[in-house]
């Protein structure tokens, strides 16, 4: 079992930037592909970026690419996504995840096994 703890959200305006970090509790957390997901109200839960620390990577969101920069140290067991010209759209509860996704099931959600409990990210116009 690896506990995750998404950190690093905020009020921002928009054009500014952030640091998104998820921390894991387990040594184990470097055998996983770890990815970052968002949630805007009423809407689902979307990719946004994966990595393998096997050195596979990084994927990301063909609506986020440009901007979004998904990295990790796995020695200190830390996720991160830089999330830079954020945008009002951007808008949501991200959440790092871990699991052992294929290439088809990169972006799919039942193919991550642990989830951080989210942190808010609001970008003000």
């Known amino acids: 079992q690896v506990h995750l703890v998404d950190a690093g959200g905020g009020l921002v305006q928009v054009g500014g930037s952030l640091r998104l970090s998820c921390t894991a509790s387990?040594?184990?957390?470097?055998?996983?592909?770890v990815a970052w997901f968002r949630q805007a109200r009423g809407k689902e839960r979307e990719f946004v970026a994966a990595?393998?620390?096997?050195?596979?990577?990084?994927y990301y969101a063909d609506s986020v690419k440009e901007r979004f920069s998904i990295a990790g140290d796995k020695a200190s067991r830390v996720l991160y996504l830089q999330i830079d010209n954020l945008k009002a759209e951007d808008t949501a509860v991200y959440f790092c995840?871990?699991?052992?996704?294929?290439?088809?099931?990169?972006?799919?959600?039942?193919?991550?096994?642990?989830w951080g409990q989210g942190t808010q990210v609001t970008v003000s116009s």
């Open positions: 995840a871990a699991g052992r996704p294929v290439m088809s099931t990169l972006a799919t959600m039942s193919a991550y096994y642990y």
């Open positions: 387990d040594d184990t957390f470097s055998s996983y592909t």
């Open positions: 990595i393998r620390w096997s050195g596979g990577g990084p």
